[in-house]
């Protein structure tokens, strides 16, 4: 079965200092790994996915995901933190079953503070 | 492209009340689903469709029906609501092959009373 952990249920960073939101995955097979990010009221909105290329994935708004598979690990990272950031993740694993469903972490609510 | 929509944003039921949440959307996808959102609980997969007159359940299908007469319209009814079904529910949509993204639309805000 595929899951997918996040450490942590609230980060606070102060503005201009770095975000590091973490995510554990498990897969028997090479997953299909999302962040997405969702601000109060709102839909969620895709930030980056990770389909087994590259290891290191870019997505919008700066943010970035490093795959480490010996580590079982796709945390979010930011090198500087905007107030606009401050929102609810999501990291998501896409299953093979169920048509792809996608299975979601708890979420990480990310405070920024001036 | 209006990409994934939904209607209403709101609404309010009274307890045994039926009612249909729409979804549609505009990129020829041939994957939709339905997922609610719980507090600390994530999204949930209600029912979802790989096209056009296939539907199957997800993980919390109980007390929704769906139907795919279209490749647009993923339409989720709620047969007699219960306050249990007070949720956050997010209509969305993709590609079939497991490394594409979903497209989600803006949520429908339901309150059971």
């Known amino acids: 079965a595929q899951s997918v952990t996040q450490l942590d249920s609230h980060v606070s960073v102060s503005e201009g200092t770095p975000v590091l939101l973490r995510c554990n995955y498990s897969s028997s097979y090479s997953p299909s790994l999302f962040w997405y990010v969702q601000h109060p009221n709102k839909g969620l909105q895709l930030l980056l996915k990770?389909?087994?290329?590259?290891?290191l994935v870019k997505g919008i708004n700066g943010f970035e995901a490093e795959f480490k598979k010996s580590e079982t690990s796709f945390h979010l990272t930011k090198p500087s933190a905007h107030m606009s950031d401050a929102a609810e993740y999501f990291c998501v694993v896409r299953t093979y079953n169920q048509g792809g469903k996608l299975i979601f972490g708890q979420g990480t609510e990310l405070s920024v503070k001036p | 492209n209006a990409g994934v929509t939904q209607t209403p944003k709101f609404q309010v039921l009274k307890t045994g009340q039926s009612m249909t949440l729409q979804c549609a959307q505009d990129?020829?996808?041939?994957?939709m689903s339905w997922y609610r959102q719980d507090p600390g609980m994530g999204l949930r997969l209600i029912h979802y469709s790989v096209g056009a007159g296939i539907t199957d359940q997800g993980e919390v299908p109980n007390g929704y029906n769906v139907s795919r007469s279209t490749t647009e319209d993923f339409p989720l009814r709620l047969l007699s609501a219960a306050p249990s079904q007070t949720s956050v529910y997010f209509c969305?949509?993709?590609?079939?092959?497991?490394?594409?993204?979903?497209?989600f639309g803006p949520g429908t805000r339901l309150t059971v009373l």
């Open positions: 990770y389909t087994s290329a590259a290891t």
């Open positions: 990129m020829n996808h041939e994957y």
């Open positions: 969305a949509s993709s590609y079939a092959g497991t490394g594409d993204e979903q497209f």
